[in-house]
């Protein structure tokens, strides 16, 4: 079965600052998607950024960047010049690229801006 | 705008109680879901859907039912409910037409439900 964890439950960053969020995860498919879902308090779920296990590039959007180790199988999430509005947390994800779409999530990381 | 829509924000029930958790989507999907998120743990699957009146259990489906009798409504049922069983209830949809590389899977604001 695949697992997805992440060893950080709390991080802290100053404004304008860069921080990284880690994850792992376990899989024996070699065809797959890995995601970044952000919950704000307001409890709605945003996809952050997606990558594709296939794509050597690692995926970049705006100020949220990951680094994608796919033979250490680690995918961690970089925020670039922090502001207020990225306190939330973060979910990894994984999903097969087949069958029914499930994902498997890990357990989270709260990101807390310091003003 | 695409739109998940969770009956309630926040629910408190009694233990012993049956209770519906109703979930609505518009984006015409194939695929619906239900997570629980507890702190530490993350978001788990309890069920899963694919089509009108199908279902499959997903990581944790103990305690709970399903029912997709139309394709843009999904109902979590708690046939008694427990103490352990408070929790954030999350439902999401998606598109096998679309796949991974165009459309994540859509959530809902949640269900904060309270068993006393």
């Known amino acids: 079965a695949q697992t997805v964890t992440q060893s950080q439950p709390e991080m802290s960053v100053q404004e304008a600052e860069t921080v990284t969020l880690s994850c792992t995860y376990d899989t024996s498919e070699s065809d797959y998607y890995l995601f970044w879902y952000k919950q704000p308090p307001s409890r709605q779920m945003i996809l952050v950024i997606r990558q594709e296990a296939y794509k050597q590039q690692n995926a970049t959007e705006n100020r949220f960047s990951v680094n994608f180790q796919k033979a250490a199988k680690s995918f961690s999430l970089k925020i670039s010049d922090s502001q207020l509005g990225d306190a939330a947390m973060y979910f990894c994800?994984?999903?097969?690229?087949?069958?029914?779409?499930?994902?498997?999530f890990g357990t989270g990381t709260r990101l807390t801006i310091i003003p | 705008d695409v739109k998940v829509t969770q009956s309630s924000r926040y629910l408190v029930k009694r233990t012993g109680e049956k209770v519906f958790l109703e979930c609505v989507q518009d984006?015409?999907?194939?695929?619906m879901f239900w997570y629980r998120q507890d702190p530490g743990l993350g978001l788990r699957l309890i069920y899963f859907s694919y089509d009108v009146k199908m279902k499959e259990k997903g990581d944790i489906p103990e305690g709970y039912s399903v029912s997709r009798e139309k394709k843009e409504r999904f109902s979590l049922i708690l046939e008694s409910a427990s103490t352990n069983q408070t929790s954030m209830y999350l439902c999401?949809?998606?598109?096998?037409?679309?796949?991974?590389?165009?459309?994540?899977?859509?959530f809902g604001d949640g269900t904060r439900l309270s068993i006393l």
């Open positions: 999401a949809s998606s598109s096998p037409r679309q796949g991974w590389s165009n459309q994540p899977q859509h």
């Open positions: 984006m015409d999907h194939e695929n």
């Open positions: 994800a994984y999903a097969a690229n087949f069958g029914n779409e499930k994902l498997t």
